[in-house]
Each structure stands twice: as structure tokens, then as C-alpha cells.
């Protein structure tokens, strides 16, 4: 790799991040004489900021994420596959107690406000819905499988009225008759901000790590129109080996997150912790993280 300048970088270079010396020292963009810097340090010590090394260091990363999705970059789950394993109970990801990941950080998400509107996609059966809903705040869902929408009301002794939804065609909405709850049985992608406006709070259990890797950014894009202006979105993901198990659920690194949300958000991780059980051991894995994110529009 070529010797940096001496003098301030006034634009991004291009070369092969394979050049990159990581270990090497390099002098300083401001000039100075006494200040090296190693080709990822954001700033030497004289506080001068490295732009190259800023660029190298998103491009790195950068090309660090998509070598780690790429095993999972092509795996398509259809539709129909999901209703399928409803259909036939195989549900292991169904948990019949609410979630500890929402329960320990729900002061964080309410923020001390009454009657929030919580989102759900992809809901299933979760009994966090109604553990909201009996707080006094109103849920809304959307799943795929009918089945575990009527599942879930007969699961926890609600009555409920069905009704089509005329803007999606052959979708339905299932509400309860006591509580605050309506559950929309369609595709994701057809429900949208015209349908049920926006929502104070999302929980994220299960859902971002389902979808098609392909169809992120749509995710990403869906869920952030969906978010009021003081929306907290509460993001559980996992990070293991994806060479030893192809999904679902996918891996989401923490750099797609932030590139996903980072422009319009302000990222929060709350938690990151071992998860590893005898059944991610059975998918052949050697270790599994799960991380909580606290996701929030950035102040306009």
C-alpha cells in the first residue's frame, strides 16, 4: 500500500480494503509531526479525525457483513411454509409465557405513558399481547396463519369478531370483544400506516429474524412508517454461526441493524446475552447471542 499524505485527506481515496495494513502506523491528515495512527483508529492522539480511516472503517465493515450473511443471503421461506408448520404444530418458536425480554424492559418502552398502541408483526399466538392489553394498552397484530390468530383468542378465553378488510383484498380482521385487540390475518407487506395509522410501540420478537434476508430493507422500511414520532421499538435479534445452520430464525448482525434503521433512528442496545439451549444445539450450534435493541425516530 502506497504512503498516506502528510496533508489533510480532502477526498475518499479508493483502493482494495485487501491492501489495508491493519497494524501498520500512518502520519497524521492535520500534518503534525510527532502523530501516527493505525490505519482503524478514528482519531490520533492528537485528536485529528482520520478520514480515511473513517471510510475504511465503514467500507471494511461493510464488506465484513455481507460475507456474513451470505450463506443465509438466498434462503426463501414462502408464505405458505409458514402456514404450513402452523398447521401442523410446528411451532417451536411459539413461547407460552411472556417474553423476558419484554418484561424486564417494558418501563424502557412505555417511557411512563398510559394507553400506548403496540404494534405486533408477525404476531402468531404471543401471549405478550394480551399481558399489554390487561395493562390498559391496545394491540395490533398482523400474522399470516388464521389458525393461530383463532389460537390465540381461544387460548386465553376471548370472544372475537371477524370481518373482512376491505383495504386488502381476502385479508381479515379478527377483534376481541373485551380487550383492545385486533389481528389482521395477511401479508405483511399489504398492511401499511392507512390501515391502522401509527403506533406508539413495536415489539420485534421473531419477526425481522423470519423474513427472507432478501426482503429487509422493505422490512425496515414498512416498520419505520409505521412509527409515531415518539414510537419506541423494541428489536430482539440473534447472532450465530450461519455456515452451521441456514434459518429460520436468520442471523441479523448489529451492523445491518444500524443500517437499516441508523439514518432515521437512534439505536440503543440494551442487552446481549448467551442463549444457547439444547435445541439451537440440535440445529448444530456452538453458540448463539441474543440481543435487545431500544430503536427511536431521531428528533427532527
Known amino acids: ?28 491528515n ?15 492522539r492528537c485528536g485529528a479525525e482520520q478520514i480515511l480511516a473513517v471510510f475504511i472503517q465503514e467500507s471494511w465493515g461493510q464488506a465484513n457483513v455481507t460475507s456474513m450473511l451470505a450463506p443465509q443471503a438466498d434462503r426463501v421461506m414462502a408464505l405458505a411454509e409458514w402456514e404450513e408448520r402452523w398447521q401442523e404444530d410446528r411451532i417451536g418458536f411459539h413461547q407460552p409465557h411472556v417474553h423476558t425480554m419484554l418484561e424486564n424492559n417494558i418501563d424502557k418502552v412505555i417511557a411512563g405513558r398510559a394507553e400506548v398502541r403496540f404494534f405486533f408483526p408477525l404476531c402468531g399466538k404471543a401471549v405478550d399481547m394480551k399481558w399489554l392489553a390487561d395493562m390498559g394498552h391496545s394491540v395490533v397484530g398482523v400474522e399470516i396463519s388464521e389458525k393461530a390468530i383463532k389460537q390465540f383468542f381461544e387460548e386465553n378465553n376471548m370472544t372475537y369478531n371477524e370481518e373482512p378488510v376491505p383495504a386488502i383484498p381476502g385479508a381479515k380482521v379478527f377483534k376481541s370483544s373485551e380487550r383492545n385487540i385486533s389481528l389482521y390475518q395477511s401479508d405483511l407487506y399489504n398492511f401499511s400506516s392507512s390501515i391502522e395509522g401509527q403506533f406508539g410501540a413495536i415489539w420485534d420478537r421473531g419477526s425481522l429474524v423470519a423474513i427472507n434476508p432478501r426482503d429487509r430493507e422493505k422490512y425496515a422500511a414498512l416498520i419505520i412508517s409505521l412509527m409515531a414520532k415518539d ?10 454461526n450461519p455456515e452451521l445452520y441456514n434459518g429460520p430464525p436468520f442471523l441479523v448482525p448489529d451492523e445491518q441493524v444500524n443500517s437499516l434503521f441508523g439514518n432515521s433512528c437512534d439505536i440503543e442496545l440494551l442487552l446481549s446475552l448467551d442463549a444457547l439451549t439444547e435445541r439451537q444445539r440440535g440445529w448444530g450450534l456452538d453458540y448463539l447471542t ?10 427532527i
Open 290 to 299: 441474543e440481543n435487545v435493541h431500544l430503536i427511536t425516530p431521531k428528533s
Open 231 to 240: 414510537c419506541r421499538y423494541l428489536l430482539d435479534t440473534l447472532l450465530y
Open 30 to 44: 492535520r500534518g503534525c509531526n510527532t502523530c501516527r495512527f493505525r490505519i482503524f483508529d478514528l482519531h490520533c
Open 1 to 28: 500500500m502506497p504512503r498516506l499524505s502528510n496533508q489533510p485527506v480532502a477526498v475518499r481515496p479508493t483502493f482494495r480494503l485487501t491492501d489495508v495494513n491493519q497494524d501498520a502506523t500512518y502520519p497524521c
